[in-house]
């Protein structure tokens, strides 16, 4: 069975949106919908409900999603075997999705160079699905993600809430502005559906730079970190509190080589 599929099928159950799993795993929506069909099409089952902006499994689903689970980290645990660890022991890899970057955690990368002071810290962005398949193949030693991960080999702390309102470029009213819906995570997703239902997005991105330099350019209002870019709030606009966790694979071993690092966060 072809790897990609199973991976793009977990992604989709990780963020149930098609257009994120696709910014995610660097597709296009069209690219994701024809993999999650032929991975159907080849079990002879219906994985997924499609509904809008929304998207659930079917009982096929949630039954196939453990063992694609598995089978994508004895894939990993494969690759790892094969593989030879060019980073020095003492050498520190945090891995990040581009979100990250956007929320107010300058303060804990500060922190995290001065621990890896004479050791080396290296730092890499990649999706969600990429960076637990890297934790998992320990080619990573710790994850800053938005979604908390589910899985039994894998511990997270939350580290950081991030506060995200509305915010425009402008001070014209928003029924006459763009806005841009960015798609920090699965559980923000959740609450715009909820919260946000009925406000028609211009553009659909998980790059929340990418959004930040649009509303830099012309008119638009998106959800962006509280204090953020100098754009104007819009008061009485529902609120969310974002959750930041740090990832790292379960164990004594990798607990007591990271002690320095998780004892920031207890």
Same mark, same amino acid.
């Given at each position: ?194 919260? $946000?239902?009925? #406000?028609?997005?211009?553009? /659909?991105?998980? &790059? *929340? +730079? !990418? %959004? ?31 959750? $930041?966790?740090? #990832?790292?694979?379960?164990? /004594?071993?990798? &607990? *007591? +080589? !990271? %002690? ?7």
């Amino acid at each position: 069975m072809d790897i990609e599929l199973l991976k793009t099928f977990i992604e989709v159950t990780q963020v149930r949106h098609f257009g994120r799993a696709a910014d995610n795993l660097f597709l296009t929506p069209a690219a994701v919908s024809a993999r999650i069909r032929q991975l159907e099409q080849m079990l002879g089952v219906t994985l997924l409900h499609r509904i809008r902006g929304n998207i659930q499994m079917t009982a096929e689903g949630e039954r196939l999603l453990p063992h694609a689970q598995k089978l994508l980290h004895a894939w990993s645990e494969t690759l790892e075997d094969l593989s030879i660890k060019l980073e020095p022991e003492n050498h520190l890899t945090l891995g990040t999705t581009a979100s990250v970057w956007q929320c107010e955690l300058s303060d804990l990368i500060q922190e995290l160079l001065t621990l890896s002071a004479g050791r080396g810290l290296s730092i890499e962005s990649l999706s969600h699905l990429e960076l637990i398949t890297q934790i998992l193949a320990q080619r990573l030693d710790l994850a800053l993600v938005l979604d908390l991960p589910q899985h039994p080999e894998l511990h997270a702390i939350k580290i950081a809430e991030q506060e995200l309102t509305l915010c425009s470029s402008a001070e014209s009213p928003l029924s006459t502005t763009p806005y841009l819906l960015i798609e920090w995570s699965a559980a923000f997703t959740a609450f715009h559906h909820k919260r $946000v239902a009925g #406000v028609e997005p211009r553009l /659909r991105t998980t &790059e *929340a +730079a !990418l %959004a930040v330099k649009f509303m830099q350019q012309v008119p638009a209002s998106a959800y962006l970190p509280a204090a953020n870019h100098g754009f104007y709030p819009v008061s009485d606009a529902p609120r969310f509190v974002q959750p $930041v966790y740090l #990832v790292y694979k379960a164990g /004594r071993e990798f &607990e *007591a +080589a !990271l %002690a320095p690092v998780l004892a920031l966060f207890k």
